[in-house]
């Protein structure tokens, strides 16, 4: 099994950051892609970013390109999220995923594992 552990969410105010980091434990293996979700009330989870196995290839939905940027640590078995310019519209709960094969995918089926979630409030 594998687990996911998400910390960093908070409340902020719009143009203000956070990191958002995102810990695998388990049975993770070495060669897996991860994600970056996000689940405003009434709207459905959306991918927001993506990060093969090496970090060497990324994908980010149009709405946070140029202020979100997500790495991973294989280290540490941890993939982070930087959001810069924080939006009103950002607010959401935003889970990390993992998907147990080494390239981006965008559907949220192809994804295998789930953190439980972690709040982002970003307030005009």
């Known amino acids: 099994q594998v687990q996911l552990v998400e910390s960093g969410g908070g409340l902020v105010r719009a143009g203000d950051s956070l990191r958002l980091s995102c810990a695998a434990s388990?049975?993770?293996?070495?060669?897996?892609?991860m994600g970056w979700f996000r689940q405003a009330p009434g709207k459905e989870r959306e991918l927001v970013a993506a990060?093969?196995?090496?970090?060497?290839?990324?994908y980010y939905v149009d709405s946070v390109k140029g202020r979100f940027t997500i790495s991973r640590d294989n280290a540490k078995n941890t993939v982070y999220l930087q959001m810069n310019s924080l939006k009103p519209e950002d607010t959401a709960v935003y889970y990390c995923a993992l998907r147990g094969g080494r390239q981006i995918r965008i559907r949220r089926d192809e994804y295998d594992y789930w953190g439980q979630g972690t709040q982002v409030t970003v307030s005009s």
């Open positions: 990060i093969n196995w090496n970090g060497g290839s990324t």
């Open positions: 388990g049975r993770t293996g070495s060669l897996y892609a």
